[in-house]
């Protein structure tokens, strides 16, 4: 990608607080830590270094939280996919591992949000829904292992009936209330870090497509009008890079779009969604939905379709959202917008390298908002030379997919089609 892109037409690029406008990166340039890609996962490493005071220089092809991380659903979710994968490959228990890790990336947002007063419209309050029988299995085993772990905030089974008292809706057959998670403009939240990191030194470089990554004791990270000469560097641009051929073929990006109602009047408010919740459904081709702070209903899933049309993207989620809600039906759709994320076959994150000092980290699954804030944690210790967490990931090679960059559309149509036909049993 040598042509730098404007941000696309989301909700979030409409409603961002400030734009960023960091100079491209000119000239030869020396850095303890370079990072490549200036979305939630290089952002949030960047100001982790920067805070332990390491001299970081972030390279961007294009804006900060351009891709999945600027445009996503806004949920903060926790847990890691590909948990019990992990736990299995190391024949340990999931809990032991896990406990305190699914939750450490909200810990991370809430304090920095407090700490360098981001504004990003942060809320709590989560919904996972049930459609099925085994969905409400499901729940409750979620609910005993949240109580076992006396998890600190409120979370709470709800009946059919409690489930369309919170969110208007007869669509789901129960949920569970979880007001650890909650939702957030995640556009305002990555340019916030940014921010932050730049404040404590770091230095950011827009519209600066890295062409090649020179291998070295010192390695050199290449664009068209410069580079940078790093101690280490960290490859974090997830679905939207592709620069390593060793890197290639080990996940598939998956689309994702979302749309955006006009603002809504109270009585419709108070009658979809009074508490302010985020909501998503259990399925692979999913759906998830929660409110902007300036009351729009922001409806997301995922389709068949690999374009960018606006108008293609509002017919087909806009029918996915009158089934939810039919009193929308007289509701204009504002926004229409999609996006890329990173799903390994195995869902595990992918954190590794590609040499000794040239590190990765991608595949979050739909998790991105929480586990790249943890994941921005494990690089930068890394970095320091704190192995435990990254090797609990980098110890589970990833599994790889012939071909996969080449033919990723016919096989992710068909990974669509085989999990649609899973979600319906």
């Not at 032991?96 to 699914?102: S, V, W």
């Not at 921010?195 to 470089?205: D, F, P, Q, V, W």
């Not at 908002?369 to 704190?386: E, K, P, Q, S, Y």
Request: aromatic fraction near 8%.
């Amino acid at each position: 990608m040598l042509n730098p892109q404007a941000h696309t037409g989301s909700y979030y690029a409409a409603t961002a607080n400030q734009e960023t406008d960091f100079a491209p990166l000119r000239g030869e340039q020396s850095a303890d830590v370079c990072v490549i890609g200036a979305g939630f996962t290089g952002i949030s490493t960047a100001l982790h270094l920067a805070e332990r005071g390491y001299n970081v220089h972030v390279v961007e092809a294009n804006r900060v939280g351009w891709g999945a991380s600027g445009r996503n659903g806004g949920q903060m979710i926790g847990g890691i996919a590909g948990e019990t994968a992990l736990a299995k490959h190391w024949g340990r228990d999931v809990e032991e591992i896990f406990g305190e890790l699914r939750w450490e990336g909200h810990n991370i947002i809430r304090q920095r949000v407090a700490q360098y007063d981001i504004d990003c419209d942060l809320k709590s309050g989560y919904l996972d829904v049930a459609i099925k029988e085994r969905h409400l299995r499901d729940i409750e085993y979620d609910y005993e292992r949240l109580q076992a772990a006396k998890f600190d905030h409120e979370v709470r089974v709800l009946s059919a009936s409690e489930t369309s008292d919170f969110i208007g809706t007869d669509a789901y057959i129960g949920a569970l209330l979880n007001m650890g998670n909650g939702h957030l403009h995640p556009l305002n939240l990555c340019v916030g870090e940014a921010k932050a990191a730049a404040s404590l030194g770091a230095t950011l470089y827009e519209q600066s497509s890295v062409i090649e990554i020179e291998k070295r004791e010192r390695p050199r990270v290449l664009t068209q009008s410069g580079s940078v000469t790093a101690n280490a560097v960290i490859i974090a641009g997830n679905a939207y890079h592709a620069l390593e051929r060793q890197m290639r073929g080990i996940f598939f990006p998956v689309n994702s779009f979302i749309i955006a109602t006009e603002p809504l009047d109270d009585e419709t408010v108070a009658a979809i969604n009074p508490n302010d919740v985020a909501v998503c459904d259990p399925n692979f081709v999913l759906e998830y939905f929660r409110l902007s702070a300036d009351k729009r209903l922001l409806f997301g899933g995922r389709i068949n379709y690999f374009g960018d049309d606006p108008e293609f993207i509002r017919k087909k989620l806009r029918a996915k959202m009158l089934r939810i809600y039919p009193r929308l039906q007289s509701v204009n759709i504002d926004f229409a917008w999609g996006g890329r994320i990173g799903v390994p076959v195995n869902r595990v994150p992918q954190l590794g390298r590609v040499a000794k000092n040239v590190f990765y980290c991608q595949g979050y699954s739909g998790h991105g908002v929480n586990v790249t804030h943890l994941a921005g944690r494990i690089m930068a210790d890394a970095v320091a030379g704190t192995l435990e967490h990254f090797d609990l990931f980098a110890g589970v090679p990833p599994l790889r997919i012939p071909g996969a960059h080449l033919l990723r559309k016919p096989m992710v149509a068909l990974g669509v089609m085989y999990y649609k036909l899973r979600d319906r049993l």
